[in-house]
């Protein structure tokens, strides 16, 4: 990886065309949907989503871009709702993302028509997770039973994700008590207890750590994730001075993943001959 894949935009755009629009990605824990009108919202890779329970118990994920023009719906991190009105025009949308209304001055012509409904991407939950897909059906892992849902920490760290990525993966090994994702989810295991550590990246230079903790209370996390927000900010300030990255096998393979990504990024941005 160059010192500019962490600190400039158009890695993460490439990436934004390749890893992320086609891998399996994690939205949230399954614990943040409990109740209907539930909604987690979060720019995965720059793509703008929100995950919601419905009143039938099904949590979905929507692209949180609203059909008038184009703009957020969902403005928060987090909440619970019964409908989502969009703050720039009031477009109003129920749980399962289908048109309401509009102000007259900006209704549609025909307010029947189902393309006013946002956009609804493939979903699936597996092992406590929502995960999402914007290239077909979503493939998550399934690490099995776990103990019950303690809560989920958020951590804003000033990095690019890749360098949280690499520090979450350089002191592992595959093994049965840690287990990778690609491209944003590793899975801790410390006898009764499993902790879910999320990846969000949501501009190159801001990621949000999701700290999923399953069999223990989550604020026992909270000086963990505090240190690695500490930690990944000084490796921030490395990659983009042009230190090396860190190493390790699981490292290694996340830059050969990287690698095939940016070359297909590069392959599509070349002209046809
Ligand atoms: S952009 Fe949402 S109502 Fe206009």
């Known amino acids: 990886m160059k010192s ?34 539930d909604f987690v919202s979060a720019t995965v890779g720059g793509w703008s989503v929100f995950g919601v329970r419905d009143k039938e118990g099904t949590v979905r994920v929507l692209r949180n871009a609203c059909r008038h023009q184009n703009m957020q719906v969902v403005s928060t991190p987090s909440g619970n709702c019964e409908t989502f009105r969009c703050r720039f025009h009031g477009w109003t949308y129920d749980l399962h993302g289908r048109f309401l209304s509009a102000p007259p001055p900006v209704a549609p012509k025909d307010t029947q028509s189902p393309d006013l409904h946002l956009a609804s991407l493939p979903s699936a939950i597996a092992s406590g997770v929502v995960y999402f897909s914007l290239a077909g059906q979503p493939t998550p892992i399934d690490v099995g039973a776990l103990p019950a849902y303690g809560g989920t920490l958020i951590t804003d ?7 949280l990525g690499e520090h979450l993966l350089a002191e592992h090994t595959p093994s049965p008590d840690f287990t990778w994702a690609w491209p944003l989810l590793m899975v801790r ?44 900010e000084a490796l921030q300030a490395d990659r983009a001075s042009g230190k090396p990255a860190l190493e390790g096998t699981l490292v290694d393979d996340f830059h050969c993943r990287l690698a095939e990504a940016y070359a297909q990024a590069h392959a599509e941005d070349r002209p046809p001959t």
Request: net charge positive.
């Open 4 to 37: 500019e894949d962490y600190s400039q935009g158009d890695a993460f755009q490439a990436e934004k065309r390749t890893v992320f629009s086609t891998a399996t990605l994690p939205l949230c824990a399954a614990g943040q949907l409990a109740r209907a009108g």
């Open 157 to 163: 760290i000033a990095c690019n994700w890749k360098v």
């Open 189 to 232: 295991r410390a006898g009764a207890v499993t902790v879910m550590e999320q990846v969000v990246p949501h501009t190159f230079l801001r990621t949000r750590l999701f700290t999923h903790v399953f069999g223990a209370d989550v604020h026992d996390t909270k000086q963990a994730a505090a240190t690695i927000k500490h930690v990944c």
